[in-house]
Every structure is written in C-alpha cells, then in structure tokens.
C-alpha cells in the first residue's frame, strides 16, 4: 500500500503539469484534504468548489472591496480636545452602526451621528476634498470611499 | 399485431415527442421500429463516443434536429483536459454528405471549430436553430458564417461557451434581409460589440423574443433596444453602469414600463451596486431571474427587487443574499419552482454567505420546489429531515457544502441521516448531489431508497468500497455516477461488470482504483470505453515496474456500440 506524502492542504489544481504521479497522488483523505477553516485560502483552486469556469472568473473580477483578510481601510481617529490619536480600521465595520458602537466602546462615551446638540459626542469626518462633513448622510459604501479622518466633537457645555 | 396501416401508425407517434418514449416505441415490434425510426425527427445522443454519425443516419435518415453531448460533466470544474476529445466536426462533415434536412443542432460540452461552423452554416438549406452550450475551440469568425450563410436563422444561443472574440463585425455579417431571428444570446462573448449593427439587427426582427447581451452593451444602447423591442420575453443585460439621473436611465425606465410581455430576466454582467428599481414595474410578471452573474450588487439590492417578483419560478443568485434574503424570498415567491444559491466568495470564510437556515426557510415556503441546487458554509442532519419533510418532491437536490468532509456543525456528526431523509423522502428524485462529511451509510441509505436516481455526484465521501457497491447494485435506474476524491477502489468497480451496459457513464478521479483494476475491467466488459487520463507522463505507467498497483487518477468509462474512439490524444489511454 502506497502512503502519500502529500500535504495538509489543498495545493495547486489537478491540471497542473507538475503534479506528482498517481502513484503519490491523496490517499489517506481524511489526512490529506483538510480544508483549513482558519486561515484563508490566498490561491483558489481551480476545481472547487464545483462552479462552472465563467462563474469563477465572474467572481474573481469582483471590484468591490471583499471583508476579508486582504483590505483594510485604516484612518487616524480624534477626540476634539485630545492630542493623541487612535487609527481604525473601517473596513471591519458593517456600516454606520457597528462604527458608532465601536467609537462609543473605545472612547466610553456615546457617539452619535446627526446633528449637533448640546449633550452628545457628534462625529464628522474629513472627505477627499478636506471638507467637514457630518458622518452618516451618505451610503457607507461611498463614506468608504471618500472618508479621509474622523473627528469626535465635544458637547458644547457652557 | 398491427391493425392499422402503418401511415396511421405513425401519425400516433407523431404525437409522442420526448426520445425517451420513441426509444420505448422503437423496441416494441420490428414493425413499430421500423416506422418510428423513418418518422423521427428529433434524435439526442447523451455521449457522442457511444455511436457515430453513419450510424446515426443509418437508422434516422429523416433527422431534422440533432442533439449531442460530449465531455463528462466534471469537464465543467477544470477536471478534464482541454483536448481530451468531443470533436464535432465530423459529425457535421456526416451530415452534410448525407444531404439530411438538418434545421436543429444543439451542442453540449464539445469541441467547436470555425471549420465546422462554416461546413454547418454551408450545407443545411432550412438550417434554423444553433445551441451551444459550455463548448469550446470556436471565434466569432465562425459566428460570422452563421450570421451571413443562414438564411432562415431563429436561434443562436450561446451559454456560457469559450469563444475567442476576435472584435470582429459578425453581428454586421447578418444580411439586410435576415429578419427572422427568434433568440439572440452572446451574453459570453468578451469582446467589443458593434452597436450600431445590433440595434439594426434588433429593430429587424420582429419575432425576437430572446435577448441576452455581452458586457460590452452599454445602459444607454440597452434602452434603445428595449425601446425598439417590446415584445421582447426573455431579456439579458449586459452592462448596468447606470446614473440614474441621466438621459439614458431615463428613457430606459420608460421603454421598460412597455415591455410588458418579459417575463425572465438575466446578465447584469457589470453593475453598479445601485439602483435595480427601473426594472420593478415589471417584476410582477417575472417568472425567471438569473442574478449570479451580478456579483457587484448587494444584497439588500437584490432582496428589494425580489420583494415585487411574487410569480417568480425559478430564481439563480449568489449568496450575497443571505439567509435573511433567502427568508424574503421564501415569503414572497410561493411559486418557485427551481433556485440556485452560488458561493460569491471563492476564498472562504465568507461572513453573508448562506447556512441551514436560508434553506429551511426555503423549504418551508416554497411547496412547488422541485430543483436545488445549493452552496454554502453549514449544514445539520436536523435541517436536512426538516427539508425532506417540507419538500418530499424534489427532483433534483445539490448541496454543495464549500468545505469538504465537514460535519454536522451543532453534533458534529456525519450528514449520512440528513441525506438518508432527503433520499427516503423524496421518491421521484432523480439527481443528487453530495458534500459534507459522508461514512458507508449515506450510500447504504441511497442505495435501498433513491430507486429513480439517475445521476449521482459524490466528492470526498465513503469509507470503503461497500459505499460504492450499495449505490451500483440499489440505484436501478442509474445512469451518470462520477465520483470524485473518495477512497472507491478495484472491488467495487469489478463487483458487476454488467452495470455499466445500464449506465451511460462512470468517472472516477482520485479514487483508488489501480490501473491493473481497469485493464481486468476492459478484459470483461469489450463493449465499454474504459479510459484512463493521465496528463503527467503519458508512458510512466507502463515503464515503472509497480504498474499494476499504480493508482489511476482520472477513469472514465462508458458504454458504446462503436469501439475504441480515434482521435483520442496522447495522454488518453483507451484499455
């Protein structure tokens, strides 16, 4: 009985001309095909899962950033009144909610969007045109796009 | 026997049109063999290696229409090499000197040249229909002949083929008198297309009910074309980069209100993530919607337009959707008939991605679905018994669970009595697809209760060769069994050598069947194929000394009545 050498992961397609002969080809499966669940699969293979090829490059060609290990969108965070800075990654949240529940969790102070009162945090952003601007009156995805830093303003307490 | 003559005879039959019940027609009587096969018209050959072209003629010298099917189907996920065969040009070159009144060909997984489609476009005076799906080896230089040669064109349907777009002007090549065009898809090409003669073309035909368009078709010539085509049924988008403040969406929102008749929908090839609401007025009437090229829309997007489309009855979408989405559509589409969920998100760990969930809330408000097919993170044998219960009719049902030998995720448990309930339940099944983690039991289950089950799909799956035998000696009615990564060896392919005369086909990659497995087979059984791909050295199977032990890594056999095929390439070796 031939043992297989080959590797705990799933290496490059089937069709590749350098792939080793049947007679080292998978054999114990339960060894040789565990799909790591942790860490991402950086190069997909081309025969799984089972989609057709013009499917496959369909999604492939995606131009929407992916939440995945692979974007990230990191802007510098202030606190008005506060020299020092946090950086955050946008690309973490979901939209507008999970990013307030966040700030409001980091800086243990509620958070909010919208017009500004005397009583709340507001928070505004800086977009690529270096404008001000309240967070939250455009589609997140566009935010993403244009948000260059955010600022928490202080309550205005007289 | 026969009490009528035999022009009556055959006006009876004239009534019977599916090939599975000409073929039972044709095996009663000589006499009814005889008449059936001079008054068949419509002929599908399943596996065009199992018979050849004189054959075909000899028997159907009356052929109109002809269907032919030729890579295996894991052809489709990258497993056969590009030239391993399903030539079909002398199938064309046969039918052309035969002079036959070819007005139908549809193609299924084969090799197309420009040759052949120049001979085909040649020689076939009423030549009306060309389907070509998943094919291959052609370019719009081909399409070209078509276009110029074929005077009474209806159809030219091209899904989803590998065609090289040569950017040139075939769509030009169609003549100035050519009106007669019913179905319009070129929804796979890459390339430019020539605007001007497609609207030309488009505003020409008066019967088109059929439109899908390639990427390279703009929003603002879409809404020329709906405008000039309201009649149009089945609609194919191609680029959706839409501003909907501009001229074009505009009028495409009005030429849309008109089209009153279109009841499928399909492409959005390229689109913007906004803004599917020009095509709400007309959602209620929708009964098809292919949304799994669109993998630029959201699906909050997707759920809004799904939200009007109450009389859908077969829905493709990517998984984006979600299972909230997939709740959606279980409240609103009581109609449904078929769905595809497909995985949008080919790295894994996809966090919209669909689980258990989205399918029993399908299951539980869809009655009438009958067809599945199913990519996702999750499943649970709980959830499969819920499904069989909801849906005891299923004809087709795939679950492809996107990592392989994963367990029930809440016991841990193999899925083996989550599909036993599917194949117990559902008594008119007839394709199954497996995943997850699968011992010898699953197949013991499918075995003694899937008696319609004619294809069957299995991928790292099974402890031993009883897996495979329980499946070849309970499925009565199989007829395509591929199998994939499952550790199936030499006992159970030779257990019953007769099987195969039963089946069309077997696949078997990355099994554990041995070469001296094979070669015993192909002794015993002369009248399959029984081929073995090996792409890596074509002679190190016969050199090396442990030859007969050695694991074969691609099987394929199949029944024929014409012997070894001869335009086999090197690295198919045909026992």
Redesign the interface.
Known sequence: MEFSNSCSSFSSSSVDSTKPSPSESSVNLSLSLTFPSTSPQREARQDWPPIKSRLRDSLKGRRLPRRDDDTSLFVKVYMEGVPIGRKLDLCAFSGYESLLENLSHMYDTLIICGKRDRKHHVLTYEDKDGDWMMVGDIPWDMFLETVRRLKITRPERY | MNYFPDEVVEHVFDFVTSHKDRNAISLVCKSWYKIERYSRQKVFIGNCYATNPERLLRRFPCLKSLTLKGKPHFA????V?HEWGGFVLPWIEALARSRVGLEELRLKRMVVTDESLELLSRSFVNFKSLVLV?CEGFTTDGLASIAANCRHLRDLDLQ?N?IDDHRGQWLSCFPDTCTTLVTLNFA?LEGETNLVALERLVARSPNLKSLKLNRAVPLDALARLMSCAPQMVDLGVGSYENDPESESYLKLQAAIKKCTSLRSLSGF?EAA??CLSAFHPICHNLTSLNL??A??IHGSHLIKLIQHCKKLQRLWILDSIGDKGLEVVASTCKELQELRV??????????TAVTEEGLVAISGGCPKLHSILY?CQQMTNAALVTVAKNCPNFIRFRL?I????KPDHVTSQPLDEGFGAIVKACKSLRRLSLSGLLTDQVFLYIGMYANQLEML?I??AGDTDKGMLYVLNGCKKMKKLEIR???FGDTALLADVSKYETMRSLWM??C?VTLSGCKRLAEKAPWLNVEII????NN??EE?G?EG?????KLYLYRTVVGTRMDAPPFVWIL
Not at chain 2, 342 to 351: E, I, R, Y
């Open positions: 489709d996920f990258n497993l090499p998943s989803e590998e796979c090839l993530p906004h799994s090229y993998a630029e497909f995985p949008s998100d080919l790295l894994g760990g996809g966090n990519f492809c996107l990592e392989p030998n799909s991928a790292f990564d499952s550790p990659s990355s554990e090996n792409e890596t050295d190190r199977m090396n442990h032990r050695q694991k074969v890594d």
